[in-house]
């Protein structure tokens, strides 16, 4: 008891250090694992026991037998579960190709190269070689993500950095599934049939289980057949029997079918998903605090002396500077993401539970059937997971600013509320080359700019859900463009720091719009629209258009025609290069105005001679 409890304690007490410091959990937990595993047992004990034992060993410990390995397959299919729950097929709209490479052709090119070097650097058998480096073709989407939340990037950088680390556990676990079956069967000349009939089943069995598994769970929520009570907890049992059914059918064909299960219900129509992902996240976050103490502690000190050597740094290095960079720069051969995206992509490829879990699982049946040389498998796979997330944790956000990717300007746009009126701003912001999210609790009006081709979040401004989502990264402009001032006041003084650091702005209220002396700082647009005139111009005129700036004084008297004209409403200014401008209420006083610029806008045309207006 003692036991369990210490380590659900150390392990939120780590992820909350994670937290303060801003780096993954990932490796606090594993230091302290170390400390209370290997370490107590050779420093601290008195009678050289650790201070949590993972296997029971006849006097003490928490999983008898095989015990430990079962929990730390279920865990991982949960957590890669609540992983698949975050992948949209929508952000993957420009970036599509780079992934699929990076998980086919950039795992075989770390899986190869890998083998090679632990092969003739540490003298280990091809298979050994072979199976080390299968594990670490996995990138783990536990660690990726808190380091991508701490650095402002482009979209499209972080969205290949989460896919690919949450697609490619799967991939990995069944090429160092197939190695293993290789070396329990002595690698005879019929395995050739035997490896190619096995990864046949994984894929069908994965794939046709997640699927219907996915499908079943999401017409049952959606026709109410389960109380809003147990929907947690029926999902996490529909889960489990997903992943033990797959894999009663086809050995290791679980995580697929747990990844391809989490993404069918993410694309789909599944009400309360969102509810789902945080109980999923929730739990995640539980189970890997657990699983990383456990698995670190389980190593043994004996294991640690095995990579003190010259030969554990060649190898890291050869892996970190090397192998990935190859990997990354042949994927994305031809894509249209730059060289110095593609050089920071290479450099962030931290391993996480999969890798360490999988490791724990072979390196032990392999030592217990006599295999010489399986000793290495854990350590050196633990030596890899630990420096690479030491490595990014520490240096990505100053590798993003010395590469050049670090986004010393966030140019991304959100939009609080997604209205007729504000799909029409959003899709002219798109068009022009701005990055562009909106929110809103209705999903109605979600689903319609998703229709419209526009990144759209069903979500809450009052959660938690904003906060941790890595893809508004690149986001620094807040608009907020809902009918309730409540909701607009909040969004502006709740996410101005995190959202807003170029610019906040508000819809005005029919209070503020009568009192002209107090117009806000934040004020948007004029100091005579509100909520209720914009939804009645974009209902009469659901057009924006553009009409060219002669001079400071035509631009004035353009924006004394719209503040005399109900149905007009200035938006943006343009200037010679295509930058756009936010107008605020303040509308005359934009600092700089010459000829060349446009005054864009959504309503009637206007009519003056010095402009001739075109409709985008």
């Known amino acids: 008891m003692l036991e369990l409890s210490g380590i659900i304690i150390l392990g939120i007490l780590a992820q909350w250090v994670a ?14 694992g170390l400390l209370v595993g290997p370490i107590a047992a050779e420093y601290l004990s008195e009678d050289g026991s650790k201070w949590i034992e993972p296997i029971w060993n006849g006097k003490k410990g928490l999983f008898p037998g095989e015990g430990l390995y079962y929990f730390v397959s279920l865990a991982i299919s949960i957590i890669l579960f609540e992983g698949g729950l975050t992948l949209k097929r929508s952000e993957i709209r420009t970036v599509g190709p780079v992934i699929t490479k990076l998980i086919t052709v950039g795992s075989a090119i770390t899986f190869f190269g890998a083998g090679a070097l632990a092969y003739f650097i540490f003298d280990l058998n091809w298979e050994l070689s072979l199976l080390f480096s299968g594990l670490i073709i996995v990138t783990g989407p536990t660690v990726i993500t808190p ?25 990995g676990a069944l090429v160092a599934v197939l190695v293993f079956e290789f070396i329990s069967v002595g690698g005879d000349s019929g395995f050739t049939k ?11 069995f994965g794939t046709t289980f997640g699927f219907t598994f996915a499908h079943a769970l999401a017409f049952a929520v959606n026709k109410k057949f389960i109380p809003h009570y147990l929907l947690n907890v029926v999902s996490l049992s529909t889960v489990l029997l997903v992943f033990v059914e797959s894999e009663i059918f086809a050995h290791e064909s679980g995580l697929l079918a747990v990844v391809v299960m989490g993404m069918v219900l993410a694309n789909g129509k599944l009400e309360n998903i969102k509810e789902l ?45 090397v192998i990935r960079p190859l990997a990354v720069f042949t994927s994305t051969h031809g894509s249209k993401l730059h ?19 999988i490791a724990s699982l072979f390196g032990g049946k392999l030592i217990r059937q006599g295999v010489e040389g399986a000793e290495y498998i854990t350590p050196l796979v633990f030596m890899i997971v630990l420096g690479t997330v030491l490595l990014n944790a520490t240096t990505a956000r100053l590798f993003a600013k010395v590469v050049g990717v670090f986004l010393k300007r966030s140019e991304g746009i959100l939009i609080v509320g997604a209205s007729h009126f504000s799909r029409l701003v959003g899709e002219y912001l798109e068009n022009n080359g701005r990055h562009v999210v909106l929110i809103d609790s209705n999903q109605s009006n979600v689903q319609l700019a998703q229709e419209q081709g526009l990144e759209a979040i069903n979500a809450d401004i009052y959660s938690e859900e904003l906060n941790n989502n890595i893809e508004l990264n690149d986001v620094g402009f807040l608009l907020a463009l809902t009918g309730s001032k409540d909701i607009n006041s909040y969004a502006i003084n709740r996410f101005r720091e995190q959202f807003g650091e170029s610019g906040y702005y508000r819809l005005l209220t029919s209070d503020e ?25 974009a209902r009469k005129y659901p057009k924006i ?14 924006i004394d025609l719209t503040n005399n004209d109900i149905d007009i409403v200035p938006l943006l200014i343009k200037d010679k290069k295509g930058v756009l401008e936010i107008i605020s209420s303040h509308n005359k006083k934009i600092e700089k105005m010459e000829d060349g610029y446009k005054l864009v806008y959504m309503g009637k045309p206007l009519s003056v001679p010095e402009a001739t207006p075109t409709a985008q």
């Open 194 to 204: 035997t490896a190619l009939i096995e990864f046949g089943k994984i894929l069908l």
């Open 339 to 357: 060289f110095n995206e593609k050089l920071f992509i290479s450099w962030v490829g931290p391993r996480g539970i999969v890798a360490a879990g």
């Open 19 to 32: 937290w303060k410091f801003k780096i993954p959990a990932i490796l606090p937990l594993i230091l302290i």
């Open 277 to 321: 992902l945080y109980f999923k996240e929730s739990l995640s976050v539980l189970l890997i605090s657990i699983l990383f103490i456990l698995l670190a502690a389980n190593i043994d000190f004996k294991d640690l002396e095995l990579l003190y050597t010259w030969k554990t740094a060649l190898l890291f290095a050869l892996v970190v500077f």
């Open 147 to 171: 380091i991508l939340r701490n650095i402002p990037l482009k979209k499209d950088i972080s969205t290949v950095l989460k896919w690919e680390g949450i697609l490619i556990d799967p991939i």
């Open 513 to 537: 719009i009568d009192d002209v002396e107090n117009n806000p700082d934040e004020g948007l647009f004029s100091q005579t629209d509100d909520f209720n005139n914009l939804t009645e111009v």
């Open 545 to 558: 258009h553009e009409t060219e700036i002669k001079s400071r004084e035509h631009f004035e008297e353009l």
